[in-house]
C-alpha cells in the first residue's frame, strides 16, 4: 500500500505563488511515477504535470507548462508543484497519485491522495 498526503494549497491572488507537497509513504518508490491532477467545480479532473522518480523525466500540460515545476526529494519521498503565474483558471482541488507509468491518463496511475484545494483570485 501507498499513502498519499498533499499539502500547501490556498487562497493567492492572480499571478502569485505557491509550492504544493505530496508526501509518499509505504512501499518504496524508486520505481514509480508521481503525477499532478487538478479537479475544477463542474469539470473533470485533469493532467497537470508528472515525474519519473528514477531520472527525473518530466511531462506537463500545454496549460501549465512554463508557469508549473514538478520536483522530487527521494530522500523525503516527497514530490513538488512549484506554480508560478498563477490565473483564476488554475483554481481547482489538486490531486497526486502514484502509478508505474509516467502518463497523462488517470489510468496510469494506481494510488491517489485525497487533495488540496487552490483558489486563485483576480
Known amino acids: 500500500q501507498v499513502q498519499l498526503v498533499e499539502s500547501g494549497g490556498g487562497l493567492v491572488q492572480a499571478g502569485g505563488s505557491l509550492r504544493l507537497s505530496c508526501a509518499a509513504s509505504?512501499?518504496?518508490?524508486?520505481?514509480?511515477?508521481m503525477g499532478w491532477f487538478r479537479q475544477a467545480p463542474g469539470k473533470e479532473r485533469e493532467f497537470v504535470a508528472a515525474i519519473r522518480w528514477s531520472g527525473g523525466t518530466t511531462y506537463y500540460a500545454d496549460s501549465v507548462k512554463g508557469r508549473f515545476t514538478i520536483s522530487r526529494d527521494n530522500a523525503k519521498n516527497t514530490v513538488y508543484l512549484q506554480m508560478n503565474s498563477l490565473k483564476p483558471e488554475d483554481t481547482a482541488v489538486y490531486c497526486c497519485?502514484?502509478?508505474?507509468?509516467?502518463?497523462?491518463?488517470?489510468?496510469?496511475?494506481?494510488?491517489w491522495g485525497q487533495g488540496t484545494q487552490v483558489t486563485v483570485s483576480s
Open positions: 509505504g512501499r518504496t518508490f524508486s520505481r514509480y511515477a
Open positions: 497519485a502514484t502509478g508505474f507509468t509516467l502518463g497523462s491518463r488517470e489510468s496510469d496511475y494506481t494510488y
